[in-house]
């Protein structure tokens, strides 16, 4: 069946070092997203991409960046982690064009110590 | 800034009973709404997209949309325990080639045996 899934399922990492989160998905959709969900905040579109070579920014892109080079994968790079950053991230997919029906990943827990 | 209100609750209902969840969106011209179901510690699946004003069924959830009113409901029939989750609303970009999700903050459900 195709997913999508996320790597790792948690990691814990220190203030200042680069971190990537992995996206992976098999459904061939030209569209992928991170989001991140805090308490109090839901989620927030962080990064988004419409297919190979396009990235854009979301709601919350500062610190953050993504690349695009197949399109099946979508890694999310944390420049430099802050405290800030601890959230629980989320990956999804949806096809285009016509389907904006988006499926996600199983998420990633990220904290920063 | 597009903005998607719920209502966070916790809506607590008794089992057998109808549940009911409310979101308004402050983008007049979105067209494309869905409802997730979130569990604890666990991603947002998808089980309601509803495109057309009115309400569309799929076996005990009712989504229902008033696009004048800028009001999307979820019902949810003969309420089950396995209800119980935050139920977050979703509603699509406006713009052709427009494809994220601006989430609302998701409403907690409780069903009570």
């Known amino acids: 069946d195709a997913e999508i899934t996320q790597s790792p399922r948690h990691k814990i990492t220190e203030t200042g070092r680069q971190v990537t989160l992995a996206c992976h998905q098999t459904?061939?959709?030209?569209?992928m997203f991170w989001y991140r969900q805090d308490l109090g905040h839901g989620l927030r579109l962080i990064h988004y991409?419409?297919?190979?070579?396009?990235?854009n920014k979301g709601e919350v892109s500062d610190g953050y960046s993504v690349s695009r080079s197949n399109t099946e994968d979508l890694p999310l790079t944390l420049e430099s982690a802050a405290s800030s950053q601890t959230s629980v991230y989320f990956c999804a997919s949806s096809e285009s064009p016509g389907g904006y029906e988006a499926f996600f990943g199983q998420g990633t827990r990220l904290t920063v110590v | 800034q597009k903005e998607v209100e719920q209502n966070s609750g916790p809506l607590s209902v008794p089992e057998g009973a109808i549940a009911s969840l409310n979101c308004t969106y402050s983008d007049r011209v979105s067209q494309s709404f869905f409802w997730y179901r979130q569990y604890s510690g666990k991603s947002p699946e998808l089980i309601m997209s509803?495109?057309?004003?009115g309400d569309k069924e799929d076996g005990r959830f009712t989504a229902q949309l008033n696009k004048a009113s800028q009001y999307v409901s979820l019902l949810i029939r003969d309420s089950q325990p396995s209800d119980s989750a935050t139920y977050l609303c979703?509603?699509?970009?406006?713009?052709?080639?427009?494809?994220?999700?601006?989430f609302g903050k998701g409403t907690k459900l409780s069903v009570i045996p």
């Open positions: 979703a509603v699509r970009g406006s713009g052709a080639g427009s494809y994220q999700l601006t």
């Open positions: 459904w061939n959709h030209n569209n």
């Open positions: 991409s419409y297919g190979v070579h396009d990235t």
């Open positions: 509803i495109y057309s004003n």
